[in-house]
């Protein structure tokens, strides 16, 4: 019951950052300097998956060059003798077959792009990371995440509270806390409005989710926003099995909307010291004139 699969839902058009995203798979898209998919594909490795399994779409050529070695940049970067570059495009190559791609040929949903993946996934548990959820944390999510699932041993998401005006964005809960940081799921709903939601508490997207949901994904039914739903399918499972939601410490930025990834970048990057003084002295210039 160890958890070696992460599936990486990346077939999302990007219309929200039109036109960078035109040409462009929006996970590509700079956090400081890395693609806001390495962040997630990073917290992935970290936590002890061994295989990546995208679910991409068509445009998304660039990403998965990232994740392959690029023999002219390699050579440049020899023959300048840029040896720390060099060693860090080798590094974010994944060890050879690690990596699997499949392809969500129409836009249905996230419910149905985890299901694009279910033979590959087969008949064990699997993280799910949506890259767009980006997490500023000293506890990566996804490792605490399977810790928790060693000993619980049931389906989880990541969950944080949100401002109730906020609810139609995400799946919202009705939980029960057990423990400081775990809640049992007792009913989800997916984007409901403010006024239906039976709390403010969201799903964040990192899951680890049991095989028997792709049952449910199979079923096709059409949820919030005419789209297969995984929050609809994880409300049935949640019939016959618990789920848990792991209450995260962290700054979540959401990368899929423009002011969310600005706010991103400026939190990524003051954490970086070679930039930080510079950007600190500019946003104090910039604050004077509010
Ligand atoms: C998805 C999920 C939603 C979750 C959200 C977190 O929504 O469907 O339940 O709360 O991610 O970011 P999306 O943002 O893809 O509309």
Same mark, same amino acid.
């Given at each position: 019951?160890?958890?070696?699969?992460?599936?990486?839902?990346?077939? @999302? #058009? *990007?219309?929200?950052?039109?036109? %960078?995203?035109?040409?462009?798979?929006? =996970?590509?898209?700079? !956090?400081?300097?890395?693609?806001?998919?390495?962040?997630?594909?990073?917290?992935?490795?970290?936590?002890?998956?061994?295989?990546?399994?995208?679910?991409?779409?068509?445009?998304?050529?660039?990403?998965?060059?990232?994740?392959?070695?690029?023999?002219?940049i390699e050579h440049a970067l020899e023959h300048k003798g840029k040896s720390d570059l060099l060693k860090q495009i080798q590094e974010l190559v994944p060890k050879t077959g690690t990596?699997?791609?499949?392809?969500?040929?129409?836009?249905? @949903? #996230? *419910?149905?792009?985890?299901?694009? %993946?279910?033979?590959?996934?087969?008949? =064990?548990?699997?993280? !799910?990371?949506?890259?767009?959820?980006?997490?500023?944390?000293?506890?990566?999510?996804?490792?605490?995440?399977?810790?928790?699932?060693?000993?619980?041993?049931?389906?989880?998401?990541?969950?944080?509270?949100?401002?109730?005006?906020?609810?139609?964005?995400?799946?919202?809960?009705?939980?029960?806390?057990?423990?400081?940081?775990?809640?049992?799921?007792?009913?989800?709903?997916?984007?409901?409005?403010?006024?239906?939601?039976?709390?403010?508490?969201?799903?964040?997207?990192?899951?680890?989710?049991?095989?028997?949901?792709?049952?449910?994904?199979?079923?096709?039914?059409?949820?919030?926003?005419?789209?297969?739903?995984?929050?609809?399918?994880?409300?049935?499972?949640?019939?016959?099995?618990?789920?848990?939601?792991?209450?995260?410490?962290g700054k979540r930025f959401d990368c899929g909307d423009k002011a969310g990834f600005q706010m991103a970048n400026l939190a990524f990057a003051l954490?970086?010291?070679?930039?930080?003084?510079?950007?600190?002295?500019?946003?104090?210039?910039?604050?004077?004139?509010?």
């Amino acid at each position: 019951m160890k958890v070696k699969k992460a599936v990486f839902p990346v077939a @999302g #058009l *990007g219309t929200r950052f039109i036109p %960078a995203t035109k040409a462009m798979a929006k =996970e590509m898209l700079p !956090v400081v300097d890395k693609p806001i998919i390495q962040y997630a594909v990073e917290e992935a490795f970290q936590a002890g998956i061994e295989q990546i399994i995208f679910v991409t779409g068509r445009g998304k050529k660039a990403l998965e060059d990232h994740f392959d070695r690029s023999f002219e940049i390699e050579h440049a970067l020899e023959h300048k003798g840029k040896s720390d570059l060099l060693k860090q495009i080798q590094e974010l190559v994944p060890k050879t077959g690690t990596i699997v791609y499949t392809r969500q040929n129409q836009p249905l @949903g #996230l *419910g149905h792009a985890i299901w694009c %993946a279910r033979d590959i996934v087969g008949d =064990e548990p699997f993280a !799910v990371l949506l890259a767009d959820d980006l997490i500023q944390t000293d506890k990566p999510v996804l490792s605490e995440m399977v810790k928790k699932f060693d000993r619980l041993r049931a389906s989880m998401a990541a969950v944080m509270e949100v401002e109730k005006e906020q609810t139609d964005k995400y799946g919202i809960l009705d939980a029960t806390c057990v423990e400081d940081d775990i809640v049992r799921i007792d009913d989800m709903i997916e984007k409901p409005s403010p006024e239906e939601a039976p709390s403010n508490l969201a799903i964040i997207g990192r899951y680890i989710l049991m095989p028997k949901i792709f049952e449910y994904l199979g079923r096709r039914k059409k949820g919030a926003g005419g789209e297969i739903q995984l929050t609809d399918a994880m409300k049935i499972l949640l019939k016959e099995q618990p789920i848990f939601g792991y209450k995260f410490n962290g700054k979540r930025f959401d990368c899929g909307d423009k002011a969310g990834f600005q706010m991103a970048n400026l939190a990524f990057a003051l954490e970086r010291p070679d930039i930080r003084n510079r950007l600190i002295k500019f946003i104090r210039d910039v604050e004077k004139d509010f």
